[in-house]
Each structure stands twice: as C-alpha cells, then as structure tokens.
C-alpha cells in the first residue's frame, strides 16, 4: 500500500477548517489544476477552478449561515484522501426549521493539493450545497476499473 502523503493530509485539514470561515481565498488556495465534486449517491458533479469558486462563495455566502452546527463523527486517511464523516445540523433552502444531515465527504488528494471532492448525503442536503450550479450539475460517468 502505498504511503500515506502527510503534506497532504495536511492541506485537507487545512482545507475542512478554512470551510468554517468566511475566507474563500484560503479554501480555493487548497484547491490544484481543474477540481472535479462528485454528489453521491445522486450521480451528479461539477467540474473546473471557476465552477470551484463559484460552488465555494456561494458557500461561503449563503450556506455558512444555515449551519447551526457541525460534528465529526468519523475520520479516516488513506493514500489517495481524507474521509470525513459528519452530522451537519442546518436550516435547508426552503424551510424554516432546522435538521440534522448524515454527510460523508471523501478530500481526494492530488499532487499538491486537493483535486476534489466526493460528497455523500441527500438530494435535499446538495440542492442548499449547490445552490446556483444544481441546474448546471452534469451526469457523473464512473468507469469499471
């Protein structure tokens, strides 16, 4: 197996913290080359540094301030990236209560920094996530190793 990259373990858990805050700067500064999310187990992604940016301030300008809370639950390194699981407690576009989200998010490592994301939790959950690109999210194509 191979080694796990600590740099890089480093960076995603830089990347995880700067999400927290309101600097889009220092998340897409974790962030390499033409990052690609995946929504599991929707089968829907985006893909480039531009849809990255556009995904990261609407999250930073309308998201941050749903989430009453967030808590770890699990978390898990390997070669190729940093598996987090949390329940995210928030108010979801559309409703006026909040409610509490099972999500599981796979940083995958690239080079030198992270290359993407893969996302598991409820459409519900990706519709307030994505915000303006869910109409633009494209099919996700995975290819049988």
């Not at 990259?5 to 220092?26: N, R, Y």
């Not at 080359?33 to 540094?49: I, K, T």
């Not at 940016?53 to 300008?61: I, T």
């Amino acid at each position: 197996m191979p080694e796990l990259p600590m740099s890089l373990l480093a960076i995603a858990h830089h990347h995880a913290e700067a999400e927290t805050g309101q600097d889009l700067g220092a998340i897409l500064a974790t962030m390499e080359g033409e990052p690609v999310y995946e929504f599991h187990p929707l089968g829907r992604c985006f893909r480039g540094m531009e849809n990255t940016r556009r995904y990261y301030r609407h999250f930073v300008d309308d998201v941050q301030g749903r989430i009453l809370g967030a808590t770890l639950v699990s978390e898990a390194a390997g070669p190729s990236g940093l598996v987090q699981e949390y329940d995210i407690r928030l108010i979801l576009r559309g409703d006026a209560e909040p409610s509490v989200h099972r999500v599981m998010s796979i940083l995958i490592f690239g080079e030198n920094r992270l290359a993407g994301e893969r996302i598991y939790a409820s459409e519900c959950f990706f519709r307030t996530l994505a915000g303006p690109l869910w109409d633009e999210l494209e099919p996700l194509i995975v290819h049988a190793s």
